[in-house]
């Protein structure tokens, strides 16, 4: 049996632990191809006008399936306690599949952690078993996927970057035996050049299915690279998002949005990092709250910060603009420890 | 303390009420307006929904009058709605309002948090005992409001003197502002009822009866469904164009859901609405979603004639709705429009779809009624 699984949306957070599921049930998992052209136009043309960005490139992964029995579109709608996913992700098998109408028939099974480990497994247990996969093999892929989950979480927070973790998770529950391949990634780590000047840290914030989509972000994340060291979420200590979190008068409900926030928060007030950058994509309702907390955070700070909207039509001229002149005041501004007068003649000594 | 909230609708009747009856002051924000959306939406996050704009504009004008404590109800997602209340806070606060939000929810899923809430705003000179005969009070009153709405709604397509039904509508709802006898709510319905039973058999009695409006199901998102100023006041005009309207969400419903947890059962019970859905939304997926999707369902068995959905710009849950009401209209065979709106909707933009919708619903009438079968098959052939 083969199962499609869209490279899209919850791909960039939760495939690890999907992979790991139905690779201890002996099922083969085909993702769609990464993003390309005419994914992303098969998309535009299929899903609702007014949805997001992502939710439109899923739609062209779906499309883009062939050759697999089943299109699996999980409906995510809680992967921890007290929180909840996007609302579009509790919409998804029902919204989605019925913009694109192929003739591969939908699975689909509802994770919610709210209600505890044992109601999630349930759910498990409910849809192997219709896959004809017995009880205890499916109890021991859930714990399996677990571990992959975590193992894709922690070669994240050593700097691997995202395509990388993801084979080096893979592999190292398939082919290699497991510390080999933690050795593989710290040697693989993103390196800053020694005999370089000291490059201005900027860190990234947005939500995964954005910052790691690298057709739709026009590779955002090696352009800023280039030029700059760069934090990002996955990279920051759970720890640390937790405790910037303490202050709010309302907890977040949403996981993403607490994770951004969080992480932003604590970007906020590390002396490493000289400018924040929210990638956004248009008509994110959850960044619609987030990324104004975050603003008004950064605001108080003066720490410079700089919004960018995806939607299908960004153009990379404008993106590349965009970032050299946030990065080129945030260089000036680190030379001339922000003493730039706010009118006449420009200090800048160079 | 000088208690505010932000409108919706006829909400403000309501909660007026409640705060008057238990010695709170209260300031009714000045009804929205234009000028209300503007001052909101320039504090307001660029990618807010239209309701948290007009929310902001209700609180800065409010405060010109003196409010300085806002009462709000909050939520635990996924809607970002139960944001709302904390997150306006801030902006006004970061703005130069020095406002206390209060938000009526369970903090942390604690009830005695809730109650603190409670206490605070309604004050130590109210028993507990007074404060739920209150609530329970201001609930039979949205009950009646939600009635005479539902009159009027049948009274504009069928009264030949549109402003004559309009000024009745205004009248009943100034005399429920200040009612506070369940009989005098029972006596205003009953009023509303006689006088447009009485200038229906006038007319009847002048020109014959005329034939039955279409009728059209209104659905979506709760607060544009429920505040004529958001939604260019649609009910109106579909109203006045010769349209009976049915509304999924009313207030009454709402509060008997959320306040009294089902154990009221409001003028229009939301009850059925998510299994009516199941079949094409199995799942809740945050504000009103899944009732959107199942009302649509109901409207179709009930034989309306077509649906409308409205929602805000970027409404998450709403835009999971529309991308499913497609099936529902093919399924169903029923039409359905879907309409957005945020702060640069034109009324007369609205009012363009509404008359074209409207005129596509009475066409297939009329084709229904009177092309012959034998006739459409055979177009079917060619």
């Given at each position: 049996?083969?199962?499609?699984?869209?490279?899209?949306?919850?791909?960039?957070?939760?495939?690890p632990f999907w992979a790991g599921f139905f690779y201890n049930l002996d099922i083969e998992l085909v993702t769609s191809e990464p993003t390309h052209r005419g994914i992303m136009e098969s998309g535009l043309k299929m899903a609702h006008d007014e949805t997001c960005l992502p939710v439109k490139l899923l739609a062209g992964h779906i499309n883009s399936l062939k050759d697999v029995d089943y299109i699996f579109l999980p409906r995510m709608v809680s992967v921890e306690e007290k929180t909840y996913l996007c609302p579009k992700?509790?919409?998804?098998?029902?919204?989605?599949?019925?913009?694109?109408?192929?003739?591969?028939?939908?699975?689909?099974?509802?994770?919610?952690?709210?209600?505890?480990?044992?109601?999630?497994?349930?759910?498990?247990?409910?849809?192997?078993?219709?896959?004809?996969?017995?009880?205890?093999?499916?109890?021991?892929?859930?714990?399996?996927?677990?571990?992959?989950?975590?193992?894709?979480?922690?070669?994240?927070?050593?700097?691997?970057?995202?395509?990388?973790?993801?084979?080096?998770?893979?592999?190292?529950?398939?082919?290699?035996?497991?510390?080999?391949?933690?050795?593989?990634?710290?040697?693989?780590?993103?390196?800053?050049?020694?005999?370089?000047?000291?490059?201005?840290?900027?860190?990234?914030?947005?939500?995964?299915?954005?910052?790691?989509?690298?057709?739709?972000?026009?590779?955002?994340?090696?352009?800023?690279?280039?030029?700059?060291?760069?934090?990002?979420?996955?990279?920051?200590?759970?720890?640390?998002?937790?405790?910037?979190?303490?202050?709010?008068?309302?907890?977040?409900?949403?996981?993403?949005?607490?994770?951004?926030?969080?992480?932003?928060?604590?970007?906020?007030?590390?002396?490493?990092?000289?400018?924040?950058?929210?990638l956004s994509c248009f008509g994110c309702g959850m960044d619609s709250v987030s990324q104004d907390m975050l603003a008004r955070r950064a605001r108080k700070a003066h720490k410079p910060y700089m919004v960018i909207t995806l939607d299908e039509h960004s153009?990379?001229?404008?993106?590349?603009?965009?970032?050299?002149?946030?990065?080129?005041?945030?260089?000036?501004?680190?030379?001339?420890?922000?003493?730039?007068?706010?009118?006449?003649?420009?200090?800048d000594n160079n | 303390m000088k208690v505010t909230f932000p409108h919706m609708g006829n909400v403000w009747i309501i909660i007026k009420t409640l705060f008057e009856m238990l010695n709170v002051e209260v300031i009714v924000p000045p009804l929205t307006s234009k000028k209300t959306l503007d001052l909101g939406t320039k504090i307001s996050p660029e990618s807010a929904c239209l309701p948290f704009k007009i929310n902001l504009g209700n609180y800065i004008e409010a405060a010109q009058e003196?409010?300085?404590?806002?009462?709000?109800?909050?939520?635990?997602?996924?809607?970002?709605?139960?944001?709302?209340?904390?997150?306006?806070?801030?902006?006004?606060?970061?703005?130069?309002?020095?406002?206390?939000?209060?938000i009526l929810e369970p903090p942390d899923g604690s009830i005695p948090g809730l109650l603190k809430r409670i206490r605070y705003l309604a004050g130590n000179h109210n028993s507990w005992g007074r404060i739920m005969k209150t609530i329970y009070f201001?609930?039979?009153?949205?009950?009646?409001?939600?009635?005479?709405?539902?009159?009027?709604?049948?009274?504009?397509?069928?009264?030949?003197?549109?402003?004559?039904?309009?000024?009745?509508?205004?009248?009943?709802?100034?005399?429920?502002?200040?009612?506070?006898?369940?009989?005098?709510?029972e006596e205003v319905v009953r009023s509303v009822q006689q006088e447009i039973a009485e200038r229906q058999a006038v007319q009847n009695y002048q020109s014959g009866s005329g034939s039955d409006p279409l009728r059209i199901g209104i659905v979506g998102e709760i607060y544009t469904i429920l505040d004529p100023f958001s939604s260019a006041d649609i009910e109106k005009q579909l109203g006045f164009l010769g349209a009976e309207v049915d509304r999924s969400i009313y207030l009454s419903g709402w509060v008997g859901k959320h306040v009294f947890q089902g154990l009221a059962k409001g003028y229009r019970s939301m009850k059925s609405y998510p299994r009516l859905a199941k079949p094409y939304l199995g799942h809740f997926v945050g504000g009103h979603g899944q009732e959107t999707v199942?009302?649509?369902?109901?409207?179709?068995?009930?034989?309306?004639?077509?649906?409308?959905?409205?929602?805000?710009?970027?409404?998450?849950?709403?835009?999971?709705?529309?991308?499913?009401?497609?099936?529902?209209?093919?399924?169903c065979n029923i039409p359905v429009m879907t309409l957005t709106v945020d702060e640069h909707t034109g009324n007369a933009g609205i009012q363009t779809r509404l008359e074209a919708f409207v005129d596509l619903l009475e066409r297939s009438n009329c084709l229904r009624k009177k092309v012959p079968k034998e006739l459409v098959s055979l177009e079917r052939m060619c």
């Open positions: 049996m083969k199962i499609g699984f869209p490279r899209a949306l919850y791909y960039f957070d939760y495939y992700f509790l919409g998804i098998p029902e919204s989605v599949s019925a913009a694109v109408d192929g003739d591969i028939p939908v699975i689909t099974v509802t994770i919610n952690w709210r209600e505890g480990q044992n109601q999630v497994l349930k759910a498990l247990e409910a849809f192997g078993l219709k896959l004809g996969k017995g009880k205890a093999m499916i109890r021991n892929a859930f714990q399996e996927a677990l571990k992959w989950q975590t193992m894709y979480g922690e070669l994240r927070r050593s700097g691997e970057d995202f395509e990388e973790s993801l084979d080096l998770c893979e592999k190292s529950f398939t082919i290699l035996p497991r510390e080999t391949s933690l050795k593989l990634a710290k040697t693989n780590q993103y390196k800053v050049c020694e005999n370089r000047e000291p490059r201005p840290g900027i860190a990234l914030v947005g939500h995964a299915y954005l910052v790691n989509e690298r057709y739709a972000n026009l590779d955002l994340v090696n352009k800023l690279r280039a030029n700059v060291d760069l934090k990002l979420i996955e990279e920051t200590e759970t720890k640390a998002v937790e405790n910037s979190l303490k202050g709010l008068r309302k907890k977040m409900f949403w996981s993403q949005a607490k994770k951004i926030l969080g992480a932003g928060y604590s970007y906020v007030d590390d002396e490493t990092v000289d400018g924040v950058i929210y153009g990379e001229a404008g993106l590349v603009t965009r970032i050299e002149a946030f990065v080129d005041m945030i260089v000036r501004r680190i030379e001339n420890e922000s003493n730039l007068s706010a009118y006449g003649k420009c200090l | 003196g409010a300085d404590t806002i009462a709000i109800t909050g939520g635990i997602g996924p809607c970002r709605f139960g944001y709302y209340g904390e997150l306006q806070r801030q902006i006004l606060k970061d703005a130069g309002y020095s406002y206390e939000a209060v201001a609930y039979q009153k949205s009950v009646a409001i939600d009635r005479v709405e539902d009159l009027i709604h049948a009274a504009r397509p069928r009264l030949e003197n549109k402003p004559a039904t309009e000024l009745l509508y205004q009248k009943a709802l100034a005399s429920l502002v200040s009612v506070t006898s369940y009989r005098g709510l199942g009302s649509a369902v109901k409207f179709a068995q009930k034989g309306y004639d077509g649906i409308i959905q409205i929602l805000p710009l970027t409404c998450m849950p709403e835009i999971v709705a529309a991308g499913i009401l497609p099936r529902i209209q093919e399924a």
